[in-house]
């Protein structure tokens, strides 16, 4: 099981970035995949989530200006996108993207670094 992160970077506030995470290895169609965000010092906290319904909920700092999708097409990999707009310095952090697939079951990518100055 591989969950891939990729799209981060260093970019000025108010710039965009677009993260994708590529998940293989695993049924992901019936879990509710994320994307998280850990700052230096700071816990690991939800940024968006969608769940295999297409239900998405964000983060209230991030509603307006980040967009969650997925791609989910049949016994194929899918990938998990995050939109990110209008970027500001506290969005600094390490972003993760996370499949929790049953109580006991969830997987997470090793985190694609944004840096915004």
């Known amino acids: 099981v591989q969950l891939v992160e990729s799209g981060g970077g260093s970019v000025q506030g108010g710039g965009s970035l677009k993260l994708s995470c590529v998940a293989s290895?695993?049924?992901?169609?019936?879990?509710?995949m994320g994307w998280y965000r850990q700052a230096p010092g700071g816990e690991r906290d939800m940024v968006s989530t969608?769940?295999?319904?297409?239900?998405?909920?964000?983060?209230n700092s991030e509603k307006g200006r980040f967009t969650i999708s997925r791609n989910m097409p049949k016994n194929s990999e899918h990938t998990l996108y995050l939109q990110m707009a209008n970027l500001r310095s506290d969005d600094t952090a390490m972003y993760y993207c996370?499949?929790?697939?049953?109580?006991?079951?969830?997987?997470w990518g090793a985190g694609t670094q944004v840096t915004v100055s």
């Open positions: 290895g695993y049924d992901f169609s019936r879990c509710e």
């Open positions: 969608i769940s295999a319904r297409g239900i998405i909920k964000y983060d």
């Open positions: 996370a499949a929790s697939c049953t109580q006991y079951v969830s997987f």
